[in-house]
């Protein structure tokens, strides 16, 4: 339908009238421009945001034990409650449907040193699951494993961050040699990558948690305990929430609603708070892009309304001689979508253009990074533009074809 | 070729309705050059239209080389304006950002036939009018007696039935007239049918029949 024919016919009445031309395209081009911006800075802020989430499966739940705050049964405020192997037992039990659990234990940071290196890092007794409860990457070596937790090995995984200040100089294969954590060996058994924004989480030991509670303080307490919902449905997710809740403010005779007493951080509702919030912002962005869009398409028809009253004698010529309605429509509207199209288009690469200068000099916050326009994106306004350009060609496409040739051909 | 009976044609205009055409019979034969005249306002402009497909009639019958013309579809009608007439325009009608061959071979163009083909065939014709050497220049290049030469190159590119020409030499000198009126005739000896609608009386004078209308109703046809 595109001949060499029509775009000459659109060259020759473009280049009759550029400044016309370029002002319309310029509205249609102004219209996607800040379409691209809006949102790319919409994802800018959703990737500023994401990035916070990092470090921790966003489908994790953690329950930590604190001080009760709410009076219950008799009982008064400030009772310390303490979780012990036997509430991990019983979440594991009772939770319905749950994918991954570990408890932990917070040692703090203790003094690790191996050779004549010293440092002090954060120690994190674990189970097995919190490797991917936490997102961890394993660069080298293993994670904690069940036989670990099974015969009390003393092994340790260390991130990388541990490995840099501890192996220094020609001694850096770090696997199978031995710390010494607070006066006890262990065996360095993998290293770990935390993507987590947060410095200190690159700076952790991990060791079999069953091993530090015998260790370390031969109790059977723990401070922590996580679990992910896997790919259980929302409603499936909350109930395994409140059975989890349910359970422990029984065992520990807590009011169930006393969120100081049984502290649980549900990452998924955060997650979906956001992504509601951020659905939200893009339904914004596109309306006001559209908006925009809408007045350059308004502009668009114009022009072309005034062309088509301009071309009235031809238009009437070319029926005289044998166009049929549907071509004359075709003529107009080609015109106004290649207007469009070719506006639009610079409108999009000048726009992605700034998107891509803003996010290589601006430095990345913790709210705002990476501002991006992806395919997706292009893809939605090119549809957009070809649209846009076929209704704004329509109503004066009708026109032209409606015109009389007796009327047009008149010779006064 | 040609066959009317009784066409009525009105027009409204606000309140009123004009009566144009009151009953016109007409029959013209393949191959014949009529001319029409008649004093403006008379109703010949509006009886080259009806002939020609522009324009719709109200009362009557009109068959065209054995197609009965009768509340067609616009695209239809463009076909059969495409198919079977041609058309030469007083002020000529040409399209102004368009080169001699472009316009000539515009027709085609409606015959979906490929660029190259069509523009050769344009060629062909302006040769047989005499301004192939004018082929790439745009219309305001061109002498009045040039520009209706393309015109007729154009109307006949499709080889029509039959040719509508109104007032064909009213905006040209007489001499280049009489240059144009013998090329008419050469495409009439053709065999195309011609109607010419003048108010120059030595041009009707060199067509075979003058039929001339008053006030909507054919008064006189004179054979020449």
Known sequence: MFELDQWQEIYSTVKKNKLRTFLTGFSVAWGIFMLIILLGSGKGLENGIQWNFKGGATNGVWISSGVTNLQYKGMKIGRQIRFTNEDYNLLKKT??????????????????????????????????????????????????NNIDIHDFRKVAVIGEKVKAALFKGTDTAAIGKYLNINGVLFQVVGIFRDFSRSDNEQQRIYIPISTAQRVFNGNNVINQISFTTGSASQEQADKMVNVARTVLSTKHVVDPKDDR?????????????????????????WIIGIGTIIAGVVGVSNIMMIAVKERTKEIGIRKALGATPVSIVMLIVQESIVITAFAGYIGLVMGIGVLELISRNLPPSEFFRNPEANLGIAFGATVLLIVAGTVAGLIPGMKAAGIKPIEALRDE | MISIRNIHKSYLNGQNSLHVLKGIDLDVAAGDMISVMGASGSGKSTLLNILGIL???????????????????????????????????????????????????????????????????????????????????????????????????????????????????????????????????????????????????????????TIRITDGLITDIVEN
């Open chain 1, 261 to 285: 007493a049984i502290e649980i951080w549900n990452k998924s509702e955060d997650v979906r708070r956001f992504a509601a919030l951020f659905s939200g912002i893009r339904l914004f962005i």
């Open chain 2, 55 to 209: 324009d719709t009639y109200d009362q009557g019958e009109y068959i065209l080389g054995g197609v009965k013309i009768k509340r067609l579809n616009e695209r239809k009608a463009a076909q059969l304006r495409n198919r079977m007439l041609g058309f030469v325009f007083q002020s000529f009608n040409l399209i102004s950002f368009k080169n001699a061959m472009e316009n000539v071979a515009m027709p085609l163009y409606y015959q979906h036939v490929k660029r190259k083909k069509r523009n050769l065939i344009a060629l062909e014709y302006l040769d047989k009018m005499g301004i192939r050497e004018w082929a790439h220049h745009l219309p305001n290049e061109l002498s009045g007696g040039q520009k209706q030469r393309v015109a007729i190159a154009r109307a006949l590119i499709t080889q029509p039935k039959v040719i509508l020409a109104d007032e064909p030499t009213g905006a040209l000198d007489s001499v280049t007239s009489l240059e144009v009126m013998d090329q008419l005739h050469e495409i009439n000896k053709s065999g195309i049918t011609m109607i010419i609608v003048t108010h120059e009386h030595d041009i009707a004078a060199r067509t075979r029949k």
């Open chain 1, 95 to 144: 939770v319905p449907g749950y994918d991954l659990m570990s408890a932990r234990l917070f040692m703090g940071n203790n003094l690790t040193s191996y050779k004549n290196n010293y440092g002090n890092f954060f120690l994190s007794p674990c189970h097995p699951d919190y490797g991917i409860i936490k997102e961890l990457t394993m660069v080298q070596g293993r994670f904690v």
